[in-house]
């Protein structure tokens, strides 16, 4: 049973530039959530997504939007980037009813320059 | 606004020894309080989760002491080994809130041979 897979591994973006982060959920569950971890500091909440749809957002600002797709898989955009984006981004998923236990991917490094 | 305060931020300890960390919150709607175990490069990994209406919770050699009136808990890791040596988070979450998971800062600790 593969957990949450997320991709790419690392990326390296320029200032002003776009980005696209994707997650993949562990088998069975159908909510993903988005976390912000900067070098050194606990992960941040940036939002959940649940049948498609935004359920809950954290304190991000708009250049930071999502996906969900029918299988439950993710997609985390974040528009005009800024050097204070660098950062690793993380995916958790959980089965919505069941559980609040949340699974974490491995994350994607990503460096803006 | 931090809601989730952990301490220490770093800790060294003898092998066999026992490493406390603590953490208190503020927002008494948090109503589940898991433990994560995050190695260099990687995700966070799920260590252990309390719910306010029990005191204890033992897995293995990871022990969560909860305080509800203090609103403190703390974990111990009995029999410490160096391949425990991690850095460990401590989170609160609230069923129906308005957030995801609330992590504190961050334990660096080291477990020496």
């Known amino acids: 049973d593969a957990g949450v897979t997320q991709s790419p591994t690392h990326l390296i973006k320029t200032r002003g530039q776009q980005v696209t982060l994707r997650c993949s959920p562990k088998?069975?569950?159908?909510?993903v959530s988005w976390y912000q971890q900067a070098l050194g500091q606990g992960p941040q909440f940036i939002f959940q997504y649940y049948e498609e749809e935004e359920r809950q957002r954290g304190n991000f600002p708009d250049r930071f939007s999502g996906h969900q797709f029918p299988n439950y898989s993710s997609e985390l955009n974040v528009n005009a980037l800024l050097l204070g984006d660098s950062a690793l981004y993380l995916c958790?998923?959980?089965?919505?009813?069941?559980?609040?236990?949340?699974?974490f991917g491995p994350g994607t490094r990503l460096t803006v320059l | 606004q931090q809601q989730v305060k952990q301490s220490p931020q770093s800790l060294i300890v003898q092998k066999g020894g026992i490493p406390i960390i603590n953490c208190a919150y503020e927002n008494t709607a948090f109503d589940y309080f898991p433990w994560y175990q995050q190695f260099p490069g990687k995700g966070p990994a799920l260590l252990i989760a309390i719910r306010p209406d029990v005191s204890e919770k033992k897995e293995g050699r990871f022990t969560i002491s909860f305080n509800k009136s203090a609103k403190q808990f703390s974990l111990h890791i009995m029999d410490s080994q160096p391949g425990d040596s991690a850095t460990y988070f401590c989170?609160?979450?609230?069923?129906?809130?308005?957030?995801?998971?609330?992590f504190g800062k961050g334990t660096h600790l080291i477990i020496q041979p």
């Open positions: 958790a998923s959980k089965e919505t009813g069941v559980t609040d236990t949340q699974y």
């Open positions: 989170a609160a979450f609230e069923r129906g809130g308005a957030d995801g998971l609330t």
């Open positions: 088998s069975g569950h159908d909510t």
